[in-house]
Each structure stands twice: as C-alpha cells, then as structure tokens.
C-alpha cells in the first residue's frame, strides 16, 4: 500500500493548557495589598491564587478541619489562618514568579512556620494584622481578644470582657511627630517601639452592640473607651489614617462617625483601671441594609468631593461609597445584574458577605454568597475583575467568538450549571462574568452566527438569545478593544415544559455572520422552529440605549417524541435536524425554510424522515457529521451507534 494513503493515526493522548476549578466554596477570604495574591478556602484547604493569571499557586497544609478566619499581613510575606479545631497556625507567603503556570494534580502543599494549637476556648471569626505586620489579634466567640506576636509566636496583651461573640476588629496605630520608620518585629511594650508611636489602641465590636477601645501602651485589661450607639451586631470598624475618625458599620443599616481626636486631645487615657475617655459621636448615616463591610477610603480614592469618604457593602449586593459630610451616595459598584424579571433566590445569592479595600490599587474587592469574587477598580467605576469560586455540577457548555476579526475565534467559553445564570469566562485570562435572566436552572446552550450569538434553554419553559457589545478601550491605547459582555436581545416563549435541547441553523458566512433559524426541544415532547433572521448580532454598551429583548413566534410546533427531549443537532447544510430522547429513538427530519417572496417573512416547517431504532436506554446525544452523510448517538445502554443518511440503517 502506497504509504501517502495510509490511515491517518488518531491522537490519543492530549495536554490540559487551563484548568477552571473550585476557587472558594465557603469561609473567609483574604487578598495581599498589592492585588495580586487572592486567598480563599476550598473544603478544608487555603488556596493561593495568583490574580493576573488565574492560576493556582499552592495550597497551605491544613488540619482537615475547616477555616473560620484568615488574614494577611500588610507586607504580604505571612499568611495567618484559624481553624475550627481552634488551631492558629502562621504561613510564609511564597513570592509570585513571572512564569506561574497552571496548577496540576501535584499542586504543592506549604508547610507552617509556627502554629499556637489551641488560639482560645471558643472557635474565632476574625482576625486583624498591625500596620507594622507584626501582631495579629484574633476575636472569638468565648468573647475574649488575644494580640499575638506574629514572629514569636506568644501572648502580648488579652482582653475580655466583650457580651459574647466578638465580632469585628481594627488596629489604630499612629505615629509620634519624630518618627522617621516604622519599626518591625519587635515586642509590642519594648521601650523603643512604644516611643516610635503617639498611640496604639485596638478597637473590637461585638454582639453586645459595643465598640470598645483598648490602649496597648497601657498595662490596662480593661477598654479606655466604650462606644454605644449600635442596636445590632457592628460588622465593621477603620480608623482614619490620621487618627481622626473611627467609623463603625454592623446589621442595623447604619453608619456611625466617632470623633477620636477631640476625645483623646482633651483626655489623655489614665493607667487606672475603671477610668474611661468619652468619644462623642459626630454623625449616623442611614445606609436603608444590613453592611457586612466598611471603611474609610483614602483622599484619592472615592470621587471628587474632598472630605471623609466610606465604602458600604452589605445585603443589596453592591458597593457604595458615601461622602460623610453630605451623608449622600457618590459612587455606586454593581455587582451581579439582577434584572427585574430574576428570581429572589437570585438576588440572595448576590448578596455581599464580605469586602476589602486595598487602597495600593484603589480597588475594593467583595466576596458574594454564591461564592463569587469581585474585584471592582474606584478609578474607572468598573467591574475589573471577577472569579467565580463554584461552579457544582457543569450542564452543558459551548465555546463563542463575539469578535469577528482574526485570530479571535474560541476567545470566550460559555458555562451552564445548575444556577439560573450563565457563566462566561475569557479563554485567555480566565476572567468571568455572569449572565442573569433565566428565572430557573439552565439546561443547555448552543452557538450561531460563527458563535457571536449564544442561545440558552432553561427549566423556565423558555430560550433567550445573547447578543455580545464591544465598546473602545479606556484610553491607554488607540484603537483598543474593552471588554466583552452579553445582554439578552431576544426571548422564545411557548414550550410548556423544561426546554433541554437547543439548536442553531449551521449554514454561515464565515466573512459576514448572520442567523437564519433555531430549534428547541421540551420535556413538553415537542419541538420548535424559531425564525432568529431578525435577531440583532450584537447589543449596545449603554443601558439607556439598548433595545428591550425581541419576543420571537414559532413557526412550527411538532410532537417529536414519547419522553423527554434530550439533543438536537442541525446538519451542516442546515437541510435536516436530528433529535434524540428518552423513548430510546431518535428521528431526523427534514427543514423546510424560506422567506416569502417580497416581505421578508420567513415560514419554515419540520418533517419526520425516519426514525433511528436500536438503543436499549434513553439516547443522551446526537450530532451529524460535517464531512459524511453520517449521523451518531450516544445512549444510556453504554453504546454509540452510526447511523447512515442514505438509508438510515
């Protein structure tokens, strides 16, 4: 045999280039100041993720039990973390390299550098690290706070006395006039460290609606301050960088202000026990929900206006920044679209359990109660990046190309899980971002138009139809393209069932993409053909001018099968369309599709050309081949079966 027509070799064996795995599935989280190291907990384990790639760094040796706290050191170099068996134990943060590839199934494990077994009698929820990145102090639910000596490892001061669970925690360290240096890694009541600082207090909240304040310089066990003005739980506590100001958020949806200065100017704190300093409180914000996180923004960062500036994030699912003296919204930063026609059990899980500011990158970063994190960026008002930490169980997914020019092919992969919404990641940086509308769980999706337009079916009773926008880039270079997003630009209504199947027509002009028609198929045992002909390609970037979703007419409606649908395919030449079900069968029929001559109406109708028997179980697949007349499905009885297009055996 003449070796140019030998049989092609099949390749058996391939490489994964990226991997999208769990990123957080429940606890806290962490991020360094510098952006680019994200901590979160999967299971048992803390996961180090390098940002910029989305790629897993390590893991950190845990104690199979799960994390209740964590946090990192202002200098990025420790990692502190607590555990539910009330074990603290302290990591070396290892340095992110510039050739960080993606993780494999031998992701290494970091050891810890000192660990303290037994941190308090009760489990911990938070944890705060000194500017100085020296002193941890941890707050648990036996109402007890520790200071401890991060790089020793010991006790330096324990304060009790808080009404049950402490709830909230912050350092408020500030430097004396002739302090040239921040002192590092030295005992906290060292002659030469307490000379370098005007003051060094630490402020806890807890369930008693209490702030209290504790002087470190002082050998007092006993707060130098209690503020009262909370009715719930204080959430969240910071302290101005000059020392100023102390403002306190929790679940009864207010802001407070506390004017530290003028008490502690006129009222230097006594070293006798039982003495207090009174802080006045300047001014109560009305928020309207319940905050998880706040704080003070830096005089860059947050707008215009000069003055006091806070950050909100609670229980609506978006960031706002407040101006203090105006007691007004200047900013707000979405962060799930929640459309108006979305489920509550949507908005639920958009809800913020949690933010961080990092004032290096003028960037706030929220953690979601579906376990997605936001990265939202203060100078441009944007969404600058999003990671969703758990996808459970993947449905169906789909690869799509909303850029039309070269190279740009397969540049985003579409996601369906057991969620309502849709996931859509950036093949190359891992970014993602979620498509809401679909009131219930979404059970297929499919591609048209050379893949600008993604069609979805879902337990809804209906499909949607996502047209991508694509605005100029912000300025940094000429030409330069933003980020890709998705609306929902049209809505097929009809099917009285679940619609698990989903189809595009296949025939497309590469160079100029259009749509032509799509199929979808029911637990309802029918199947639909819809015209999309009219179905705009992409979306306009701006809200106030974006057309509401087309409501699209069948034009034809057919009993397909005797049980669910499972798959659609349509052939290559858009001439026949196969479907496969539950009843063990799977059929072809042939597509009748046109335009009426002279008014650009379309009428289309679907006829039954055979029926393929032969499957023991329900057929889960089936797809035409795009180079034979051949036809395969994929059943529950563990065979696949090719079926022939010239007689069908």
């Known amino acids: 045999m003449n070796a140019s027509h030998a049989p092609r070799k099949l390749r058996t064996t391939f490489r994964k280039t990226k991997v999208i795995s769990p990123l957080h599935t ?134 009790g006395g808080h009404g049950g669970v402490v709830s909230a925690l912050a350092f408020d360290f500030q430097k004396a006039p002739t302090t040239s240096s921040t002192p590092t890694k030295k005992k906290i009541d060292s002659a030469d460290t307490t000379s370098a600082w005007k003051s060094m207090r630490l402020v806890t909240g807890s369930v008693d609606s209490r702030i209290r304040l504790f002087d470190l310089k002082l050998q ?125 059990a949507v908005e639920e899980q958009g809800q913020i359990i949690n933010a961080i500011y990092l004032s290096q990158t003028s960037t706030i970063v929220s953690l979601h109660a579906d376990q997605t994190i936001l990265f939202h ?22 690869f799509l190309s909303p850029m039309t020019t070269a190279g740009q092919t397969d540049s985003h992969l579409a996601i369906a899980t057991n969620s309502s919404l849709i996931r859509i990641y950036d093949a190359n940086t891992l970014d993602a971002r979620l498509l809401s509308g679909h009131t219930d769980m979404v059970l297929c999706l499919d591609k048209g138009a050379a893949g600008r337009v993604l069609a979805s079916g879902s337990k809804d009773k209906s499909a949607r139809l996502w047209a991508p926008t694509a605005g100029e880039g912000d300025g940094e270079g000429e030409g330069e393209v933003a980020e890709v997003s998705w609306h929902c630009v049209a809505i097929c209504e009809g099917h009285t069932e679940s619609v698990g199947a989903i189809a595009f027509s296949r025939r497309c002009d590469q160079s100029s993409p259009s749509l032509r028609f799509m199929i979808t198929g029911s637990q309802d045992r029918t199947i639909k053909l819809w015209d999309v002909q009219s179905v705009p390609l992409s979306s306009s970037s701006s809200s106030s001018e974006r057309q509401p979703p087309l409501r699209l007419k069948s034009l034809s409606t057919q009993v397909a099968h005797e049980k669910d649908i499972n798959s659609l395919d349509v052939s290559t030449n858009d001439q026949f369309l196969a479907t496969a079900s539950q009843d063990k069968t799977a059929k072809i029929y042939s597509i009748e599709y046109s335009l009426k001559p002279g008014k650009g109406n379309a009428k289309g109708d679907l006829k039954l050309v055979a029926t393929l028997k032969g499957h023991k179980r329900g057929v889960w697949n089936v797809k035409f081949s795009k180079f034979d007349r051949v036809v395969a499905t994929a059943s529950g009885d563990k065979s696949v079966k090719l079926w022939s297009l010239e007689n069908f055996a």
Request: hydrophobic share 40%; net charge negative.
């Open 377 to 398: 960026s203060l100078k441009t008002r944007t969404l600058a990046r999003q990671f969703i930490g758990y996808s459970d169980q993947i449905i169906d997914a789909t």
């Open 220 to 344: 007092r066990t006993d707060p130098v301050a209690i503020l009262e003005g909370h009715i719930s739980v204080p959430r969240s506590l910071s302290v101005s960088s000059d020392g100023k100001w102390l403002i306190t958020a929790g679940r009864d949806s207010v802001i407070l202000v506390w004017d530290l200065h003028s008490a502690f100017s006129a009222h230097a704190p006594s070293t006798k026990k039982g003495t207090r300093v009174e802080v006045k409180l300047a001014k109560t914000i009305p928020v309207l929900e319940r905050i998880e996180a706040a704080g003070i923004l830096s005089a860059t960062d947050g707008g215009e206006e000069k003055g006091l500036k806070v950050f909100t994030a609670g229980e609506k699912g978006v960031v706002k920044v407040w101006d203090v003296n105006s007691g007004k919204v200047t900013m707000t930063l979405e962060g799930h679209t929640v459309g108006a026609d979305s489920s509550e």
């Open 26 to 159: 429940s606890g806290p989280f962490a991020v360094s100041s510098d952006g680019r190291r994200l901590v979160t907990c999967v299971d048992d384990e803390v996961v180090l993720t390098d940002v910029d790639s989305a790629s897993e760094v390590c893991r950190f040796k845990g104690d199979t039990t799960p994390v209740t706290a964590l946090a990192i050191t202002p200098s990025n170099t420790h990692l502190i973390v607590v555990y539910t068996s009330l074990a603290l134990r302290i990591y070396e943060l290892p340095s992110l390299s510039p050739s960080t590839e993606a993780p494999t199934s031998s992701t290494s494990h970091i050891p810890w550098v000192r660990q303290i077994a037994r941190a308090h009698d009760g489990p911990v929820h938070v944890l705060a690290v000194d500017p100085t990145s020296s002193y941890v102090a941890s707050g648990s639910a036996d109402g007890h706070v520790k200071v401890w000596d991060i790089h020793r490892g010991y006790v330096t001061h324990h304060f």
